[in-house]
């Protein structure tokens, strides 16, 4: 039996912690990974000597701007590599993009490695999936000239090869670059290049790891596995906390650890001042899933089910204040009632009225399924007798299908949309609180008008909806009174 199987045969029976590997296994993101020279001397390494630089795990995602480039622009929707592609039809613009992916890698590559073999090693490494992804793809661009062959049935796939080779990338050069300063580093390629076989994602995981020594070997793991599953199908990109969760889970470790290049806190500090928040420290996976809810994403929702589920609990961090403890997230409840969070989105606001819907049945089910059809993602909702609201999060092509889809449907009902903001109030244990009174009075005063306020009696989010030009103000004035009353306060009996 290998070590792996032991870990998920303990983990299977329900072992106490310490009778896990004592290893933990640790994302690094995107926009951090762009500063792996600096992670060297953070997390990476830092003071760590001899054993204490081992019992971790690295999951990777590409360098920040790389799966852009391989996609599309994931804010702006600019075009990349797989979206070119998909529209190329006989054209070959998608060369040219596939081509600048290139040489942004080889650039990366000259910044991170003063070692000319490093760099030409990490360079030959780029060159070899480079060029296999552009042969793979004149290949099938050249076999669906024929009618027989349908390109859309390929997309998908194509998708997750081409998301696959910023991973590969990020995951190959973290392990060269370790090794140049010693350090016993392996590269663990979940990406399934040139691989046959079609694995579940635990079998690859297990295959992957079955002879870790987790002693005397960091591994360093693509975010992107390859799997029968399809993990971009599911999760698009996502995809990376999905492996790393599951890797967590599966082999059994004391703590997963999130590094990003800033601390879970109070709100965001660009909008209310990095010197009135403050960092969370302990919350829970309940807290992870209403922040996530509210497009402020500790932790993919699927992939903290299954470190949930594991017993396994969740650290975010701040990559480059390797001292700081950062914030533990766990299945605990709340040692007492508390605001941990302020956060707001935008949304949009879709209004069904109809007169005679009160008392049939019918409405909700047909609203949701065509939701879901046009894959709109649901915030919250609200209804009345003859009216329901859903708050969405959605591009306004998706919502105007929803429109016209609903308008065909119920061609007697009055259907409208408008932009808003939704604020919400987050803590483990709200009750006694008062904070949908509080909420509605220090915006009101504030002159703001709420559209409508709402909580679910969980006591762990009361949510507040304001006109969209109304959200950034509504956020700092309830983190005003929420959070920096309270600190405020809490100082004053200190003193």
């Not at 690295?58 to 622009?73: N, P, Q, Y």
């Amino acid at each position: 039996m290998t070590r792996l199987q032991e870990a998920s045969a303990a983990l299977d029976r329900g072992a106490p912690k310490d009778a896990r590997p004592g290893h933990t296994v640790e994302k690094i993101g995107g926009t951090s990974m762009s500063r792996a020279r600096e992670l060297i001397d953070t997390i990476l390494i830092g003071k760590r000597e001899g054993e204490a630089l081992y019992r971790r795990v690295f999951v990777v995602s590409a360098f920040g701007g790389i799966t852009d480039k391989l996609l599309e622009h994931k804010k702006s929707g600019e075009p990349g590599v797989y979206a070119l592609f998909a529209h190329a039809d006989n054209e070959h613009g998608w060369m040219d993009t596939l081509s600048d992916v290139s040489r942004a890698m080889r650039e990366i590559n000259a910044e991170m490695f003063d070692d000319a073999g490093d760099r030409h090693a990490a360079d030959d490494f780029v060159r070899e999936r480079i060029e296999g992804a552009r042969g793979c793809l004149i290949d099938l661009q050249r076999l669906c000239s024929y009618g027989h062959f349908q390109l859309a049935e390929h997309m998908q796939t194509i998708r997750e090869m081409l998301s696959a080779l910023g991973e590969a990338h990020s995951a190959n050069n973290l392990a060269l670059l370790l090794r140049r300063h010693g350090v016993n580093a392996r590269l663990i390629d979940l990406t399934g290049w040139r691989d046959e076989s079609q694995p579940h994602l635990k079998d690859r995981i297990e295959t992957a790891f079955a002879e870790v020594d987790f002693a005397r070997e960091l591994p360093i793991v693509t975010g992107y596995a390859q799997c029968r599953e399809g993990l971009m199908r599911e999760f698009d990109r996502g995809y990376s906390e999905v492996t790393f969760a599951t890797i967590a889970a599966q082999t059994g470790a004391r703590e997963a650890i999130i590094h990003k290049e800033f601390h879970l806190s109070s709100a965001d500090p660009r909008l209310v001042g990095a010197e009135n928040v403050r960092k969370i420290g302990r919350t829970n996976y309940d807290i992870a899933d209403q922040l996530s809810n509210m497009g402020m994403e500790a932790i993919h929702p699927k992939a903290a089910k299954k470190l949930r589920q594991a017993g396994v609990p969740l650290r975010v961090a701040n990559a480059f204040e390797p001292h700081d403890p950062g914030t533990l997230i766990d299945a605990e409840p709340a040692d007492g009632p508390g605001v941990e969070m302020v956060t707001g989105l935008s949304v949009t606001s879709l209004e069904v009225f109809e007169q005679d819907m009160v008392g049939v049945k019918g409405y909700d089910a047909a609203i949701l399924e065509m939701l879901t059809r046009h894959r709109v993602r649901i915030v919250s909702k609200v209804s009345n007798a003859n009216s329901i609201v859903h708050h969405v999060e959605a591009p306004l092509k998706a919502i105007r299908r929803v429109e016209r889809d609903l308008a065909a449907l119920y061609p007697s009902a009055r259907i409208t949309t408008r932009r808003a903001g939704m604020v919400s109030v987050i803590g483990r244990d709200l009750r006694g609180l008062d904070i949908m009174l509080k909420g509605l009075t220090a915006l009101s005063e504030a002159g703001i008008r709420p559209i409508s306020a709402q909580e679910t009696g969980r006591g762990v989010d009361v949510q507040f909806v304001v006109a969209s030009e109304d959200r950034e103000k509504a956020v700092k004035t309830l983190h005003r009174i929420f959070v920096e009353a309270g600190a405020k306060a809490s100082l004053a009996e200190a003193a």
